[in-house]
């Protein structure tokens, strides 16, 4: 019932910028911890920016200073803007929330898009 769909991937140079969007919808209760995970090939899932429902947020090291997480409340959306983008951001960056939902909180994964940093 509850879906998460991203958008705004694709292929960019080293230092341009993508704007990654994730909204949620359906029944929707509330939404607590919102983020963005990314996969490289051969590699771990990894953390890359997460944003809490007041607003705070967190960074990996090595997109600090360049990403920035966004979160629309009224809109149940989440965004990353990157900018500065290196050929090693190069991923499939998944979309994560917490949500409550008919009484019950459950963690959601969007679908995920490519991100391609290549000259």
């Known amino acids: 019932q509850v879906q998460l769909v991203e958008s705004g991937g694709g292929l960019v140079q080293p230092g341009g910028s993508l704007r990654l969007s994730c909204a949620a919808s359906?029944?929707?209760?509330?939404?607590?911890?919102m983020g963005w995970y990314r996969q490289a090939p051969g590699k771990q899932r990894d953390l890359v920016a997460v944003v809490s429902s007041g607003g705070s947020t967190n960074y990996v090291d090595s997109v600090e200073g360049r990403f920035t997480i966004l979160r629309d409340n009224a809109k149940n959306t989440v965004y990353l803007q990157m900018n500065s983008l290196k050929p090693e951001d190069t991923a499939v960056y998944y979309c994560y929330a917490r949500i409550t939902s008919r009484g019950w909180t459950y963690d959601y994964w969007g679908q995920g898009t490519q991100v391609t940093v290549s000259s």
């Open positions: 359906g029944s929707i209760s509330s939404v607590n911890g």
